[in-house]
């Protein structure tokens, strides 16, 4: 089946410690994108990448990194420099206008800092 | 700025209720609006979407239309069951990034119970 499959499910981070998201997609989505989803809050988009070996800042790209050195993987790397970084976090994938942009997302990652 | 508001925050209903839950969106330049069901810790699941050009999708016990004039849209819940208890998620796809990519933006959702 298709779909995005996000790992781990939970994570721990300590104070000043970089930790890295995996998320891969089989669908052959161009698009992916990363949202974090704070309790009683919309999602808000970190970054997103539209094709391999590009990406861009969403609205709260601050504290965070990312790469796209193929289709299929689009990591998300939470750096010492995000003071808030608990939340839970959304990979998605879209398709292109031939089907009307819709979005896929995966089951996502709890990040707890300890 | 677009804003999305869904209206209830919470809502309680016996269980063979037909329901309503509604979404509002300030900016009717939208290329899609897509209605998403979210369970406790997990992620999102597309439950129908809806084409600027369209005005409803069905999908099952599921109706959901879309008023892009007035900036409206409702999904509609028939003979609500137990297992429709989930947090519905309303978004709207609006802003071109760049290339294929496309924004969406969420409201808070609604948070349904249905009782046995």
């Known amino acids: 089946d298709g779909g995005i499959t996000q790992s781990p499910k939970y994570l721990f981070r300590k104070e000043g410690q970089n930790v890295t998201l995996s998320c891969e997609q089989n669908?052959?989505?161009?698009?992916m994108y990363w949202y974090r989803q704070d309790p009683g809050q919309g999602l808000r988009l970190i970054y997103y990448?539209?094709?391999?070996?590009?990406?861009q800042k969403g609205d709260i790209a601050e504290g965070y990194s990312v790469s796209r050195e193929k289709k299929e993987s689009f990591p998300l790397t939470v750096t010492s420099a995000q003071k808030n970084p608990t939340a839970f976090y959304l990979c998605?994938?879209?398709?292109?206008?031939?089907?009307?942009?819709?979005?896929?997302f995966g089951s996502g990652t709890r990040l707890t800092v300890v | 700025k677009q804003e999305v508001t869904q209206i209830p925050a919470a809502l309680s209903v016996p269980e063979g209720e037909n329901l309503v839950l509604n979404c509002s969106f300030t900016?009717?330049?939208?290329?899609?609006l897509q209605w998403f069901r979210q369970d406790p810790g997990k992620g999102l699941t597309s439950l129908l979407l809806?084409?600027?050009?369209?005005r409803e999708q069905t999908s099952g016990r599921l109706n959901a239309s879309l008023d892009k004039s007035s900036g409206r849209s409702t999904l509609y819940i028939a003979a609500s069951q137990p297992g429709d208890s989930a947090t519905y998620l309303c978004?709207?796809?609006?802003?071109?990034?760049?290339?294929?990519?496309?924004?969406?933006?969420f409201g808070s959702g609604t948070q349904l119970t249905v009782l046995p």
């Open positions: 900016d009717s330049a939208i290329y899609n």
């Open positions: 669908l052959n989505h161009d698009a």
């Open positions: 998605a994938s879209s398709i292109g206008p031939g089907s009307g942009y819709g979005y896929t």
């Open positions: 978004a709207v796809c609006q802003m071109r990034l760049s290339g294929s990519a496309r924004q969406l933006t």
């Open positions: 990448s539209q094709i391999v070996n590009d990406f």
């Open positions: 809806i084409q600027s050009s369209q």
